[in-house]
């Protein structure tokens, strides 16, 4: 998990903390700010699961280099057939 997926998630949560203080309390200004942090949190969330996402897929990719026949592997492996 990255630090976009934890801000994200901090951001939504004080989005929906204010925008439901502001339903109680009946201030359409702080609902309207939750409603807008809530959404930015939901973005940036969602941004660091793609980075995520990309980061496994990356590694996933990369070869091991004890998985890499070396030259000399090659020639040994010849000799010995």
Do not use: C, F, Y
Not at 21 to 46: F, L, P, R, S, Y
């Amino acid at each position: 998990m990255n630090k976009d997926r934890v801000e994200g998630k901090v951001k939504d949560v004080t989005g929906r903390v204010d925008r439901q203080a502001g339903e109680w309390i009946g201030d359409t200004e702080k609902q309207a700010h939750g409603t807008v942090k809530q959404a930015e949190g939901k973005v940036q969330n969602a941004w660091g699961k793609v980075k995520d996402s990309a980061k496994k897929s990356d590694d996933e990719r990369k070869i091991p280099e004890d998985a890499v026949e070396t030259e000399a592997d090659v020639r040994l492996r010849r000799k010995a057939s």
